[in-house]
């Protein structure tokens, strides 16, 4: 268990982390719309989105698509890219315990936060706008939006 030490409060905005197991393969990915709307913009201004790693099952009946479908329902969006998966171990005959890995979408996690995405941001995670706030967003100054910078660094970044 996490030991939380005698005191402690979490920053106004959340804290910022790299990766989120979920490790409870016949429920984990029900648990996935707790990141719908969760992230504070402010926060993660200047960081990556995180990884999720999360752990389900799949029936003989089952392609990979449909897990990633699944992924998607209960995540409350699309990913952004398709993700890493890989077979953890067989569980019973026909069945394979699964690790889905993908980073977070932005248009996910900042759902119903004042945040806009252009187009192109969307695959890599990388510019969101707040609006109500001025700032410069490419060579012009807008007075509806303000940059949050960087929330996806370079690709293959971990």
Known sequence: PVVVPLGFKAPPGGLVFQHAVMNLPASAVEFLDAFNGAFNPQTWSGHRL?????????????????????????LGGSLDEPPTIHIVRDVAP??????????????????????SMSAGD??????????????????????????VKSLGGEKGEQ
């Open 94 to 115: 026909n069945k394979h315990m699964l690790c889905v890995t993908f980073r977070l979408p932005a248009a996910v996690v900042f759902a119903g936060r004042g945040v």
């Open 122 to 147: 969307a695959a890599d995670g990388a510019v969101v706008a707040v609006a109500g706030q001025s700032a410069a967003v490419g060579d012009e100054m807008r007075d509806d939006v303000a940059t």
């Open 50 to 74: 995180p990884l999720v790693h999360v752990y389900t099952f799949q029936t003989p009946s089952e392609s990979s698509a449909d897990v990633v479908a699944k992924v998607e329902r209960y």
